[in-house]
């Protein structure tokens, strides 16, 4: 079959490399929300969820131990999204002028086409 349903199948059997791949995805935005925003529970989240999966992951930590883990981060991930959802839509869409120079360049492009026909 196409890659695409390798990939369905193999998600499928290892439902676990979805997890891992949801855990790393969520990391990495709580690493880039604790450094643009400095929020304490991004970082929280960011050391927290990684360690959850490998104490998991590796067997080492104690039932007990996985369960208290989890609740922390459950309830850290709790604040983070609601400090997230109470975040001003400003805020949070971040530095645009990277658009406005790709648009001068697209223009100028057009401009330099249109000279050259």
Known sequence: GS?????LLHRLHHPLSTATAAAAAVTG???KEG????KPEAAGLALL???LCLSHLSGLAPA???QAL???VCGVAAVFAGRKYSQPIKDDIG???VFVYLKQQQQVAREQ???GQ
Request: hydrophobic share 45%; net charge negative; with cysteine.
């Open 3 to 7: 890659i695409y349903e390798q990939g």
């Open 95 to 97: 530095d645009k002028s």
């Open 49 to 51: 969820l990684p360690l």
């Open 113 to 115: 086409d249109r000279i």
């Open 64 to 66: 007990a131990a996985e």
């Open 70 to 72: 989890l609740v922390t």
């Open 35 to 38: 450094i643009c925003y400095g």
């Open 29 to 31: 935005v709580a690493i």
